[in-house]
């Protein structure tokens, strides 16, 4: 139901924008995040967004470097990542969660509905 793309290889220093669709998910309802993966650790939280969008969520590894924003009358979530590093390099999944917005939006198991993922690649 959700799916992310913009993805690709880039050097490092570069800017990439990731977007989220959804097809029979009206996100408006929704907390909407994004996380990211690396071969053989454990799915982490980047951001997350409020329903509104009127707050968002950053993990201390990418506040300040990624933007997270969203559009609901286009269904879309997005993440701007922006002065890209080695160490961003990952499969970035969109996230859909059903939760009431608190103080730390960012546990995984509480996100009900997942994408693909897009994979990054930053070259140094």
């Known amino acids: 139901q959700l799916q992310a793309s913009g993805g690709g290889l880039v050097q490092a220093g570069a800017s990439l924008r990731l977007s989220c669709t959804t097809s029979g998910l009206r996100i408006s309802g929704y907390i909407m995040g994004w996380f990211r993966q690396t071969p053989g650790k454990e799915r982490e939280f980047v951001a997350a967004?409020?329903?509104?969008?009127?707050?968002?969520y950053y993990a201390d590894s990418v506040k300040g470097q990624f933007t997270i924003s969203r559009e609901n009358a286009k269904n879309t979530v997005y993440l701007q990542m922006n002065s890209l590093k080695p160490e961003d390099t990952a499969v970035y999944y969109c996230?859909?969660?059903?939760?009431?917005?608190?103080?730390?939006?960012?546990?995984?198991?509480?996100?009900?509905?997942w994408g693909q993922g897009t994979q990054v690649t930053v070259s140094s």
């Open positions: 996230a859909a969660s059903t939760l009431i917005w608190g103080a730390r939006p960012d546990n995984l198991n509480e996100f009900n509905y």
């Open positions: 967004i409020h329903r509104g969008g009127a707050s968002a």
